[in-house]
Each structure stands twice: as structure tokens, then as C-alpha cells.
């Protein structure tokens, strides 16, 4: 049997060990959503997983969701609200902090399109929801 994830980031080391494990998640533009009453943004994907190694030569992915609380504001840019069937991959999660506890956090998509949370505090949640399945392809970068 294969071990679900579920972990937390409330900080920029833990939100490092994130964004490698949700690198190269794809997604639909409808799949997301900001909640301002509850204070959240929320995704589902299909994670990559990094962790599980060449599993079979292509690798496995698995349905996860990714839930950053305490956001207060939320920015797309070059990123197609309306296009809700539109299939995104997340390349990163970064931060930068405000000094005060808070800060933004940024969701880095393929072909430059990115979401910016302003959040009071850096608390990003990661959950498996479901058992893998084979991938169709290991993700691979080309190096400059």
C-alpha cells in the first residue's frame, strides 16, 4: 500500500520540501478557488510524485489537495479566469516574507502565468487523497 502524504509548511524551509513535491502538478483554471470568507485558497491536482522514484520507468501520480489559510488577498496574472477547462502546471510555491509574519506567497505556473497570495501568516497545507495511478510521462526541464 502505498503512504499518502499530508504535511504542513509554517515556514520557508517547510514550504521548500512543498514546492518540490507539488512540482510539475497539473491542474484546470477550475480547480481553484479563493475563499475570502474562510480565509483560503484551495486547488486540487494531479501531483507527480518525486518521492516514489522512476516507479515503472514513467512514475505515478496522485490526486492531491493544496489549501493555503490566512490569505487576505489573491492576484492572478496571465492566468485565464474563464478558461476553466485551461490545464496548468505548477512549477513552484514561493515566498517572500513582509517582516511581520506575513507576506506572499506565489504560485508559479508553466508559460508565466502566476497567482499571488498575500497571506498573514505562511500556513500551506498538502494532502494525498487517493492512491497513484501510472503517469503517461516523467516531467523534464529543459536547462538553459
Do not use: C
Not at 483554471?29 to 474562510?38: E, T
Not at 522512476?54 to 492572478?76: C, F, M, P, T, Y
Not at 512549477?91 to 508559460?111: C, I, K, M, R, V
Amino acid at each position: 500500500m502505498t503512504a499518502l502524504l499530508h504535511l504542513a509548511a509554517e515556514d520557508e524551509d517547510d514550504l521548500k520540501t512543498l514546492s518540490a513535491l507539488v512540482q510539475d502538478s497539473v491542474l484546470r483554471v477550475g480547480d481553484m478557488a479563493f475563499l475570502p470568507k474562510a480565509r483560503r485558497f484551495a486547488l486540487v491536482l494531479n501531483r507527480y510524485r518525486w518521492e516514489a522514484g522512476r516507479s515503472g520507468g514513467r512514475g505515478e501520480r496522485v490526486r492531491a489537495g493544496l489549501r493555503i489559510e490566512e490569505v487576505v488577498a489573491a492576484k492572478a496574472q496571465r492566468i485565464r479566469q474563464d478558461a476553466k477547462d485551461a490545464v496548468l502546471s505548477l512549477l513552484a510555491l514561493t515566498f517572500a516574507p513582509d517582516g511581520a509574519g506575513g507576506g506572499t506567497l506565489t504560485l508559479a505556473f508553466s508559460g508565466g502565468g502566476q497567482i499571488a497570495l498575500s497571506v498573514e501568516a505562511l500556513e500551506v497545507h498538502l494532502d494525498d487523497m487517493g492512491g497513484p495511478w501510472a503517469a503517461r510521462a516523467r516531467p523534464s526541464h529543459k536547462l538553459d
